[in-house]
């Protein structure tokens, strides 16, 4: 099942342009990561965050978390056609050694 | 350094048959972990191995199995195909479970089921 969910599940910007997407989940958790994937293929590691982490950087991509609302958010800046892909976050709990996925959310960056 | 190697890419099986699906990780990396991914139930969880060791198992039938091997290489099996078996599965590996770096994915093995 689902741990997160993702909002927007779809987001259409212009080049140069920032985008935010933001997750949500329900239980504790060791780390949060963002992956993105493109067209049905391998999903590829963007950021790891860890749940005494408040906000992390990485080029372009800013993550934060918000332990107290089960809530991070992903924002990419100055946004390029090649960032078209859908985002997925993923928790790893405190229990357990599996990532739970959202739903993710399909991010189309025209020219 | 080479990357998570999943074979074959593309599978196409028949109702009833079972199929073997290979994952080879990053040189180093002793957890290996399975994923199926499919429109309508998105990314789901269907096992994890470190050092040929099952940790983890979601939420799947029995028909779904797996094992490491000693050099960390994993084999995911699935029997008696069933139509819902088509997706995209997922291999993933790690040098510490995730818990500070990430995950490797490999390109996937897209299994259609006819």
């Known amino acids: 099942s689902q741990q997160g969910e993702e909002d927007p599940q779809a987001l259409s910007i212009q080049e140069g342009e920032n985008a935010t997407m933001n997750c949500s989940y329900k239980t504790s958790i060791n780390n949060l990561q963002w992956y993105r994937q493109n067209s049905g293929r391998g999903l590829v590691h963007l950021i790891l965050?860890?749940?005494?982490?408040r906000e992390k950087h990485s080029g372009r991509l800013r993550v934060t978390l918000d332990t107290s609302k089960k809530s991070s958010s992903l924002l990419i800046t100055a946004s390029r056609a090649a960032d078209t892909a859908s985002y997925f976050c993923?928790?790893?709990?405190?229990?357990?050694?599996?990532?739970?996925f959202g739903e993710g959310t399909q991010l189309t960056v025209n020219p | 350094k080479a990357g998570v190697t999943q074979t074959p890419r593309y599978l196409i099986k028949t109702r009833g048959q079972q199929v073997t699906l290979s994952c080879s990780p990053i040189s180093g990396h002793r957890s290996v972990s399975w994923y199926q991914q499919t429109p309508g139930q998105g990314l789901q969880f269907l096992f994890e191995y470190f050092s040929e060791t099952q940790r983890n198992k979601g939420n799947f039938p029995g028909r779904f199995s797996g094992r490491q091997f000693s050099n960390s290489r994993s084999e995911m099996n699935v029997s008696t195909l069933e139509l819902g078996d088509s997706a995209l599965y997922l291999c993933a590996s790690s040098f510490d479970r995730g818990l500070q770096d990430g995950y490797t994915f490999g390109s996937g093995t897209r299994l259609t089921v006819v």
């Open positions: 993923a928790t790893k709990e405190t229990s357990g050694s599996r990532l739970t």
């Open positions: 965050i860890r749940s005494n982490e």
